[in-house]
Nanobody, 115 residues
Framework: QVQLAESGGGLVQAGGSLRLSCAAS????????MGWYRQAPGKQRELVAD???????NYADSVKGRFTISRGNAKNTGYLQMNSLKPEDTAVYYC?????????WGKGTLVTVSS
């Protein structure tokens, strides 16, 4: 069973930066895709960014040019560098991963951006 562990959330002022990390365990295979979703209070969960094993990336329009997703040198690790943060980026951020037809989710990490 694949398990995902996120870290790096916290409180930051508008204009600041945070880096989220996601580490997967429980599989010897490379995850086909790793990514991040977020859910703000009262809103639906939305895709922030994802990246394939081949390095193809996909970003939500709202974060393009500010956020960068990457995969680490260690197998099945992923990162989300968030710069120029805005109050509207405040949400719980969830790491997710795909392996074949299966999808896995982390428990989430809270990012709060103060104005």
């Amino acid at each position: 069973q694949v398990q995902l562990a996120e870290s790096g959330g916290g409180l930051v002022q508008a204009g600041g930066s945070l880096r989220l990390s996601c580490a997967a365990s429980g599989t010897m295979f490379s995850l086909n895709v790793m990514g991040w979703y977020r859910q703000a209070p009262g809103k639906q969960r939305e895709l922030v960014a994802d990246i394939t094993t081949g390095g193809k990336t996909n970003y939500a329009d709202s974060v393009k040019g500010r956020f960068t997703i990457s995969r680490g040198n260690a197998k099945n690790t992923g990162y989300l560098q968030m710069n120029s943060l805005k109050p509207e980026d405040t949400a719980v951020y969830y790491c997710y991963a795909g392996l074949g037809r299966a999808e896995y989710w982390g428990k989430g990490t809270l990012v709060t951006v103060s104005s």
